[in-house]
Structures are given as C-alpha cells and as structure tokens.
C-alpha cells in the first residue's frame, strides 16, 4: 500500500511566524502535490512537484513556497504566517504515467492564530 | 465556470437503497477520471478509477460518457458505512487534478 505521511496532524502558530510542513512518501513516486481544503472551496492546488529540485506554482501559490530535496520528501513552507492560511493541509503523491491517481496523507490541520 | 462540477448535496438515502451521483466536466482533453471517498476530517481516498466504458467493483459502478462530458457513480444496497463525501475528479493539464467540491451523502438506518 502507498503511504503518505505528514509531520503533524495539528498544528497552531501565530500571525508572522514561518511554518514548515513536511510530506513524506514511501513508493517512489515522481509527482508530489500539495492543497488546501476550505469548507466550500474544495481542493486547491498550491504547487506540485514531477522531480527532485524542481516546482510548478498551482492555482493558489501565493504566501507559500516548497522544497524538494530528495524524491520522497515534500515540504511546504508558509514565510509568514497569516490567518487566512488557517486550513487542512493536504499532500498527495502519484507516479503512473498511464494512471495518474493522486494518493493523500493524513491532512494537517493548521490554526494561524 | 467550475471545471468540474457535482452536485453538493446532501444525499440522505436509507440503508439499501440505491443512489447515483453525476459529476460535468468542462476540460474535453481529460483523460483520466477518477471517484474519491472522503471521511469527515479525512483525506480523500480513491474510490475507483473511471475507465474509458466504466467499471463495476461490487456495489459500485462508476459510468464515463465523453461525448457528454460527465462520470456517474451509483451505489447499490447502500450501508451505513457509505456515508461520507464523494469527489469526482478528471486530469487536466500535465499530471494535474482537478477535484469537484463533493457530493455529501449519509445513509439513515
């Protein structure tokens, strides 16, 4: 089975400090995503990753940059936290060329006090 | 215009009936189409993969109609445990997603 791990499920900060969330996969897949998910909006694509130090900016990638490092290890990054980026967090990670299913972590619920 | 589009519910079926749900989507090179399953204060979890004529997998069937644009899912002899949001979801550009805001369903005894 395809696991998806997240460094927190909750986490609260406060308004101007940076945040760090981390994803982590454990099948080898190229593709990494990370979302938010608002009551009402659904999911949204922040910004996704097919390769190791490379990103594309998602629909919504304003207030937060990633890091990809190492192939299995995806990391969100909010440089100042605001209280509209008080949200579920999710990471998705994927790898089929023919079946590009996204598999997702466990969500971190983050407060932005 | 949502690119993909679901009616959001609520569905409040009892147990054993049999409800369908239908998802539009406005992307025409969409490829890939898929069901996922979310709990309350879950992730998603994939459900099924839509495949080009449908595909059935026990109480569930999920229907693709390209010339319409739109997937279906209906589940039969509903459970209780079927209570959660359904999320219908085509590729778009590259190895994105795009994920419909659900539909919520709950199963009364």
């Known amino acids: 089975d395809v696991k998806v791990t997240q460094s927190s499920r909750y986490l609260v900060k406060r308004t101007g400090e940076k945040v760090f969330l981390e994803c982590v996969q454990d099948m080898d897949h190229e593709n990494m995503f990370w979302y938010r998910q608002d009551p009402g909006l659904g999911l949204r694509l922040i910004y996704f990753s097919y390769d190791v130090k490379m990103k594309e900016k998602g629909d919504i990638p304003e207030g937060y940059s990633v890091s990809r490092e190492k192939k299995e290890r995806f990391s969100l990054i909010l440089e100042s936290a605001s209280t509209n980026q008080t949200s579920m967090y999710l990471c998705?990670?994927?790898?089929?060329?023919?079946?590009?299913?996204?598999?997702f972590g466990p969500g971190t619920r983050l407060t932005v006090l | 215009r949502k690119e993909v589009e679901q009616d959001p519910g609520p569905f409040n079926v009892p147990e054993g009936a049999t409800v369908a749900f239908n998802c539009t989507y406005s992307?025409?090179?969409?490829?890939?189409f898929f069901w996922y399953r979310q709990d309350c204060r879950k992730e998603p979890k994939l459900l099924m993969s839509?495949?080009?004529s449908g595909n059935e997998d026990g109480r569930f069937t999920a229907q693709l109609n390209r010339a319409s644009q739109y997937i279906s899912l209906l589940i039969r002899d509903s459970k209780l445990s079927d209570s959660a949001t359904y999320l219908c979801?085509?590729?778009?550009?590259?190895?994105?997603?795009?994920f419909g805001s659900g539909t919520q369903l709950t199963v009364l005894p």
């Open positions: 839509v495949y080009s």
């Open positions: 979801v085509a590729d778009g550009s590259a190895r994105q997603l795009t």
């Open positions: 998705a990670s994927g790898g089929s060329v023919a079946y590009n299913e996204q598999f």
């Open positions: 992307n025409s090179a969409s490829q890939s």
